[in-house]
């Protein structure tokens, strides 16, 4: 039997179950960002009889513990398994979804200054930038 996975928020043990093991396993097995919607769809193409609000509920989960990293689209959110062990952002392809991890410690300094100079403490952000890559660019001026 293995030992409970702690959630890097510090709140305590997290129950591994079938459902949330099949959609981290699912996460895991694509490269980029995935919807809720495919990802669901994955799994039930491969017999796992897993409902759409489990996949949901499962992806938040992930997400809080820091094992998934989430970025909002026009679509709604997409979800894919974290790759950095601190805290970092998003440079992503709108065309191919090609995602790089950035550390952006300029970003890191303005927030802290902006947060001080107004006043605010404990502070949290989420930054994706949305770019076309080197790839796509040239496929496209070929084209």
């Known amino acids: 039997m293995t030992s409970p996975r702690i959630d890097r928020s510090g709140r305590g043990p997290i129950r591994s179950t079938r459902q949330h093991s099949a ?9 980029g960002f995935v919807s809720a919607q495919e990802l669901h769809l994955q799994l039930r193409q491969a017999g796992d009889p897993i409902g759409l609000t489990t996949v949901y509920r499962q992806l938040h989960l992930l997400a809080d513990q820091g094992e998934a990293d989430v970025v909002a689209s026009e679509d709604g959110s997409l979800y894919r398994m974290c790759r950095a062990d601190e805290h970092h952002h998003h440079l992503i392809c709108r065309s191919c979804g090609r995602t790089e991890e950035i550390a952006g410690t300029d970003i890191e300094r303005w927030t802290r200054e902006v947060g001080e100079a107004h006043g605010f403490s404990d502070l949290d952000h989420t930054v994706e930038v949305f770019g076309t890559c080197r790839e796509c660019a040239a496929a496209d001026t070929s084209a």
């Open 23 to 31: 959609v981290r396993a699912a996460l895991g097995r694509n490269d």
